[in-house]
């Protein structure tokens, strides 16, 4: 589905990604570890168009989506719920949700279809719908920007860093409506540092130092991996 | 009492005006996040359009304004596409120096074509209403109905539209409205053409209770600055209230205290304002 050859990506002259290369098939659950710094939210920038790559190809679906605006991602089914969630925080949630639908504002019974499965998913929003977003706590703000990523319809839904600042009971919530989004269907990327809850619902796993991907293996292999245990699990 | 009561009128036409202006200037400041210097230059080209429309070619004073709204927001996109979208990743300095440069261009190209002489618009509407000792010109109530039936259509369509919604989320959060695939472009052009077609408006509005020239936009744009920083940068509901008062201190200042100081009053109101609240009126605490 999505699929990265040798991307590079500068601020300036310092190379924040240096040589990603990298796939995510259909249906799976690929979590991608690694410390602050690491390049997680580049690389996740770099795939939704807000940075242009320095060299190298993206494709979706084996559509080139190389430099693509990010409107254009949106479009093509590629969505992102960004670290710090990026909400609108002086509108109601109501008004945040329809505009994560922004790209199928035109398909108005199939918005209201995809909101009310939303709202069902994430049911304190719907007794929230009318307060200004900005006024929920970190837990229900975090599901306010899973909820808006999903009304874009994501075929792709990357999701950067969704567990941190919050409550070790709201992060079990939120990886569990991770988990279950995957199984109706939805193929993940995930950013974490919370890397024993991430790697226990995924299928495969990258790891991402100083822009580089130093490690690739399937859950089993990640969990087992001392270097990974020593550095993102702690144990 | 019918004094004051014919001073809160005056209040509310020049209120009404200055709101217009003021709103433009802060929707554009939500996209651009610098202050578009060139705004007031916009208003006085609406101005002139709509003169040009109505006395030099005859028209109709409301075809006149149509006119003038739809060439200064055409004016107002193309400034945008031609200088502030190539600017988009300098520093805001460059914004705000060009903002200048357009400002200077426009009132030079006017000047050119028209000279530096005062003009006026005729109004259409010369009747004057009388309840009791009021005085009601059909021109003034015809600017306070006006913009605030314009002022409300705005509010409506930027709550309610998905399209209105978008320059909001743009405001309130550039990124995340790139995430949920808002193109930036299309916003940017629609807040400038619809900013470009207030101040259009608003001059085509005022024109006749008042004199077209070259640098008729100077003292609306430095007060629409004053109401926007009152109300908040970027708030619609403060640039609405700010323009209010604006036009309330000096149509009662002007009459109470001096008429030959009533442009200053609007600073002096500024200064205290800032120095009790300095965040603003109406700037939201969720941030």
């Known amino acids: 589905m999505l699929k990265l050859e040798g991307v590079d990506a500068k601020y300036d002259s310092f190379k924040a990604l240096d040589g990603i290369s990298m796939s995510v098939e259909p249906g799976e659950l690929v979590v991608l570890l690694g410390a602050n710094g690491a390049g997680k939210t580049t690389l996740f920038n770099t795939i939704s168009g807000l940075m242009k790559p320095a060299a190298g190809r993206i494709t979706i679906d084996g559509k080139d989506v190389t430099g693509r605006k990010p409107s254009a991602l949106v479009a093509a089914g590629v969505v992102q719920c960004p670290e710090g969630r990026k909400l609108f925080p002086g509108m109601s949630v109501l008004k945040n949700l329809r505009l994560g639908g922004y790209v199928h504002r035109r398909d108005r019974a199939g918005m209201n279809r995809t909101l009310e499965q939303v709202l069902a998913m994430f049911p304190i929003l719907d007794e929230k719908k009318d307060e200004p977003a900005g006024s929920l706590s970190g837990g229900q703000q975090q599901m306010v920007a899973v909820g808006r990523a999903l009304m874009g319809r994501p075929k792709l839904l990357m999701l950067d860093e969704p567990s941190l600042g919050l409550a070790p009971l709201v992060v079990k919530q939120v990886f569990e409506r991770v988990e279950q989004i995957n199984a109706e269907g939805t193929t993940i990327l995930l950013a974490e540092q919370n890397a024993y809850a991430a790697l226990k619902i995924a299928n495969r796993a990258y790891v991402i130092e100083n822009g580089r991907l130093t490690m690739q293996g399937d859950r089993e292999e990640m969990l087992g991996n001392e270097a990974v245990r020593k550095a993102y699990i702690g144990a | ?287």
């Open chain 2, 1 to 287: 009492m019918e004094q004051f009561i014919q001073q809160i009128l005056n209040g509310l036409t020049l209120g009404s005006i200055y709101g217009l202006v003021a709103l433009g200037l802060t929707l554009v400041y939500g996209i651009l996040h610098v202050p578009n210097f060139a705004h007031g230059a916009l208003y006085m080209v609406g101005a002139y359009v709509c003169y040009f429309a109505m006395v030099e070619l005859g028209l109709n004073y409301w075809v006149a304004m149509a006119a003038a709204a739809a060439v200064v927001a055409l004016l107002s996109v193309l400034c945008e596409r031609l200088v502030f979208h190539p600017l988009r990743h300098a520093p805001p300095i460059h914004d705000k120096i060009a903002a200048i440069g357009i400002l200077l261009f426009l009132e030079a190209v006017v000047q050119m074509h028209w000279g530096a002489d005062f003009r006026r618009i005729p109004t259409p509407y010369t009747e004057i209403l009388r309840l009791g000792e009021l005085t009601l010109p059909a021109q003034r109530l015809l600017i306070i109905g006006g913009a605030f039936a314009l002022m409300g259509a705005l509010h409506l369509y930027l709550k309610k539209t998905m399209t209105g919604l978008t320059i909001i989320a743009m405001a309130q959060n550039r990124e995340g409205a790139f995430l949920v695939g808002i193109d930036a472009n299309r916003v940017a052009m629609m807040t400038f053409a619809i900013a470009g077609a207030l101040a259009a408006i608003a001059a085509s509005l005022f024109a006749p209770i008042n004199l077209v020239y070259p640098a008729m936009g100077h003292l609306v744009l430095l007060k629409a600055f004053v109401i926007i920083i009152l109300g908040g940068m970027g708030s619609i509901p403060g640039a609405i209230i700010g323009g209010l008062i604006i036009g309330f201190a000096e149509a009662l200042g002007g009459f109470y205290i001096s008429s030959t100081y009533k442009d200053v009053i609007a600073f002096v109101l500024l200064v205290v304002i800032l120095s009790i609240k300095p965040t603003g009126l109406f700037t939201k605490g969720v941030r």
